[in-house]
């Protein structure tokens, strides 16, 4: 099993910074993908940005060039560092694992519980 514990949301201010981190732990053979998704109330949850374990990255058209996704293997856990935000990037931030767990092998992808990012204008 998979566990994966966000943090760093809050509330802030537009045109101002956060950065969420997300942590792996468990049974894990090794990671192919970290990423965020998020979720704005009455919306359908979106990706935001991914990475791959050879550092392919991947980001939302409304996200780019103020958002950076990174991870650091040891650790097992990757970060969105969140710039220059709007009102619009309002939602429920939600960290993405896949890869394969170990005793068994077997592929997994894991989501975390969600961490609240609110942005007044």
């Known amino acids: 099993q998979v566990q994966l514990v966000e943090s760093g949301g809050g509330l802030v201010q537009a045109g101002r910074s956060l950065t969420l981190s997300c942590v792996a732990s468990?049974?894990?053979?090794?990671?192919?993908?970290m990423g965020w998704y998020r979720q704005a109330p009455g919306e359908q949850r979106e990706l935001v940005a991914t990475i791959t374990g050879g550092g392919s990255l991947n980001y939302a058209d409304s996200v780019k060039g103020r958002f950076t996704v990174s991870r650091n293997n040891a650790k097992k856990t990757v970060y969105l560092q969140m710039n220059s935000l709007k009102p619009e990037d309002t939602g429920v931030y939600y960290c993405n694992v896949g890869g394969v767990a170990s005793n068994p092998l077997k592929s997994f992808n894991s989501w975390g519980q969600g961490t609240q990012v609110t942005v007044s204008s």
């Open positions: 468990g049974r894990i053979a090794s990671i192919t993908i």
